[in-house]
């Protein structure tokens, strides 16, 4: 299984979590995990993501997700499993 993780931060405001999971959906992109926060009105949330049977490459959905974060005023990252357990190994 390919997963993923996908990070998104930002001014709590109505609908983000609707036009993320939105996006997801619609490129065959299943939610496996989900937290989220909001936290002195600042949104924060982490969700894991099973990509195995997207409709796109990796780069394209990282691409276009981080296009969705700059339309809704947040910030989201779309990384690999193994890239971001390396990156928070300590």
């Known amino acids: 299984m390919k997963k993923t993780i996908i990070t998104v931060v930002g001014k709590d405001s109505v609908g983000i ?16 995990d989900i937290s989220q926060t ?12 099973n990509t195995d049977l997207a409709t796109k ?3 394209e959905i990282s691409e ?3 296009a969705l974060g700059e339309s809704i005023n947040c910030i989201i990252r779309v990384q690999r ?10």
């Open 57 to 59: 490459k990796f780069v």
């Open 17 to 32: 979590i609707a036009k993320v999971c939105t996006y997801l959906s619609d490129n065959g992109i299943n939610i496996l």
């Open 81 to 90: 499993e193994d890239i971001f357990n390396k990156m928070h190994r300590i």
């Open 38 to 49: 909001i936290v002195d009105g600042f949104f924060n949330m982490m969700m894991v993501v």
């Open 64 to 66: 276009e997700m981080e």
